[in-house]
């Protein structure tokens, strides 16, 4: 526990405070009206039978100051899982007090301690802060990959077509 940061695997009691970070991490990433998901949405998909994400709950001078959500991916070419953070936020007022770094360094044992060949996530190209952040924790982007997906009515219309 580094600065009296307390990193804890959340519980479905932590549902509403998930959904209440979800929410400050659209704003922060200039998408305020881009969560969907319910507090109900959550506690299902996190915590339900079945469940493959995961979250934790940073906790620092007993306040929770942050969370990080991520699932186990596979590569073909290490034949091995990977762990693939989905996302990491810390509330503005608790930045560079150790928190981020904390959890980050708490998934980074996780990965080796289930055995993942990789420990991987995705940034946005203007988050100068997070990319800073994460290159000096020793982090190399993959500027040769680029990102696709298909969602709503697109991943609908080819599932279909």
Avoid at 1 to 20: F, K, Q, S, W
Avoid at 32 to 60: I, M, N, W, Y
Avoid at 78 to 94: A, I, T
Wanted: hydrophobic fraction near 45%.
């Amino acid at each position: 526990m580094a600065g009296g940061v307390r990193i804890r695997a959340a519980t479905p009691g932590d549902a509403p405070l998930l959904h209440e970070l979800v929410t400050a991490l659209a704003v922060y990433e200039r998408e305020p009206d881009a969560v969907k998901a319910s507090v109900e949405d959550l506690r299902a998909s996190l915590f339900g039978e079945g469940a493959t994400a995961h979250a934790l709950v940073c906790e620092q001078g007993g306040a929770v100051v942050g969370f990080a959500v991520y699932f186990f991916n596979y590569s073909t070419w290490l034949g091995r899982n990977g762990l693939y953070l989905e996302d990491l936020f810390v509330r503005p007022e608790h930045r560079g007090k150790g928190a981020g770094l904390a959890l980050l360094r708490h998934l980074a044992r996780l990965a080796l301690d289930k055995g993942c060949g990789r420990f991987e996530w995705s940034v946005l190209d203007w988050n100068q802060p997070a990319i800073d952040f994460y290159r000096a924790a020793g982090a190399q982007p993959m500027d040769e990959w680029t990102v696709y997906r298909m969602e709503g009515e697109a991943l609908r219309a080819f599932a279909h077509g």
